[in-house]
């Protein structure tokens, strides 16, 4: 199959896949579409919404229409790293044999990441990064396409462990939930207080979404476009030539090079999600709120004045 029929084919499937899963998932359309494209970016999303907004139920329901595993992690403060990656133990012959964890699925849902500490964190790095885990001296391979998708709330911060930086940054998309309106959150009252259950048929084959990861790799992007995407990024650094007052006086601190990256594979994405062969300037501006906002950290003054991420990322166009 060409590369063109193939990005018709995946905004074809693309369609179906969000009819599945407006099946169970009522309203939420931009949050979908955020978690979507970090798939087929092949990168990693964090979730950030007060508890009952669904979180769980929509990577649940996103996994079972895309056809992959999915493992839910529930992240507590004695949680230890071999509760996710798993450890080795004696068998009946005195042989040492490995029990594979729960991050060995397509998807992984850490729940309330922020509630574990950093031991147990870091322990998810590796598989992030490197999509591999080492135990006990042997390196074990994941199985593809892997996706992390992690949850975070943001107002019980008692007994928390805030994510670092370093951390963050190897999230694609920090994910904002917010309420449902009030004719989305009466139809969630009807679709759940109900007698009738609905199926997810899966879409697609673990190979189909590689190969879409792979296609959206080729998608030529023009020097113009990537040129735009790295001036946003320097734009968030106080110390740079190019960001201006507003940022100097907000900020305390910028986007790394990763940023730059994952705004010109998210744009290809979103491109092709759209049917269009290559991104432009406004595939850019589409996903950089998503891209930027866990990746700029505010000053205190910032803060007293009630200036949010978005507002500072907004001004950056």
Known sequence: MSDVAAIQNLVQKQAALKKEIAKIIVGQDEVVNQVVLSIFSGGHALLVGVPGLAKTLLVNTISQALGLNFKRIQFTPD?????????????????????????????????????????????????????????????????????????????????TYPLPEAQLDRFMFAIKLDYPTFEEEVQVVKNTTADASVTVNPLFTAQEIIEFQHLIRRIPVADNVIEYAVTLVNKTRPGNALSNDYVKSYLDWGAGPRASQNLILA?????????????????????????????????????????????IIKKLF
């Open 79 to 159: 949680l230890m790293p071999s509760d996710i990656l798993g450890s080795e133990i004696l068998d009946e012959n005195r042989q040492f044999k490995f029990l594979k964890g729960p991050i060995f699925s397509n998807i992984i849902l850490a729940d309330e990441i922020n509630r574990t500490p950093p031991k147990t964190q870091a322990a998810l790095l590796e598989a992030m990064q490197e999509k591999a885990v080492t135990i006990a001296g042997h390196h074990h391979k994941l199985e593809l396409p892997y996706f992390v998708l992690a949850t975070q709330n943001p107002i019980e911060q008692e007994g």
């Open 267 to 311: 744009a290809k994405a979103n491109a092709a999600l759209k049917g269009k062969y290559s991104p432009d300037i406004e595939d850019v501006q589409a996903v950089a709120t998503g891209i930027l906002r866990h990746r700029i950290i505010k000053n205190y003054k910032a803060d007293a004045e009630g200036i949010t991420e978005e507002m």
